[in-house]
């Protein structure tokens, strides 16, 4: 399993940027590194994923270090709405189950 | 809506009832998972099936659990006698093909509670 270490919460203020931090020092080579987000009573949500290369999409920015034992996510400007538990899972868990950590608990100051 | 749906929402029993649980995953989804999730931590794996076949089932699925999909699309779990402990939300999610770049897409969970 892709075994990830994130903090347990981190805070910051809206319309600033947020950086997630992972780490991930066991993912093999074919493992991605997949970031999902749950909001109260919700189910996970995608939010981005990669292998080896940063990965932009219209809802976040994916850092991954070069020697991929670390990722961040990067929010580029949090809102209210960004407040979720944000959770770094590494993919290829032997059957194709996602392993999930605690995650992290983002909070937003107005 | 053309996401992952999940019937009941909710569900309220009495310990050593049994219970059922249905997910109809996204119409052309191959891939059909079940997690289980407690208050505080992130979902851990139970099951998934490949179309109608179920290839895998984690050690947290004890001999009251099964799943199916009988017919490659919906899915149900049932909990037989169930226990305290099984109170939990119970997610279902879906991904096309399931390989490893696959992004899983999740329904929105039924919250069980056993008294």
């Known amino acids: 399993d892709a075994k990830t270490t994130q903090p347990n919460s981190m805070e910051s203020n809206e319309e600033e940027p947020v950086h997630l931090p992972c780490n991930h020092s066991t993912i093999s080579g074919t493992d991605y590194i997949h970031w999902y987000r749950q909001l109260p009573s919700q189910g996970p949500e995608y939010v981005i994923h990669?292998?080896?290369s940063n990965v932009n999409n219209r809802m976040a920015s994916l850092a991954i270090a070069e020697d991929r034992k670390s990722s961040t996510l990067i929010l580029h400007r949090a809102t209210l709405r960004d407040a979720a538990v944000y959770y770094c899972v590494g993919s290829g868990g032997g059957a194709d189950g996602l392993t999930f950590g605690k995650g992290t608990h983002l909070i937003i100051q107005p | 809506d053309t996401g992952v749906s999940q019937d009941p929402r909710h569900k309220i029993t009495k310990r050593g009832q049994n219970v059922t649980f249905r997910c109809d995953p996204i119409s052309e989804h191959n891939r059909l998972y079940w997690y289980r999730q407690t208050l505080g931590q992130g979902p851990e794996f139970l099951t998934y099936?490949?179309?109608?076949?179920?290839?895998?089932k984690s050690r947290l699925l004890s001999d009251r659990f099964s799943a199916e999909r009988p017919k490659g699309s919906f899915s149900t779990l049932e909990i037989q006698r169930t226990e305290q402990g099984d109170s939990a939300m119970y997610l279902c999610?879906?991904?096309?093909?399931?390989?490893?770049?696959?992004?899983?897409?999740f329904g929105p969970g039924t919250r069980l509670l056993v008294l």
């Open positions: 099936f490949q179309n109608e076949a179920q290839l895998e």
């Open positions: 999610a879906s991904s096309l093909d399931g390989t490893l770049r696959e992004t899983q897409y």
């Open positions: 990669g292998l080896t």
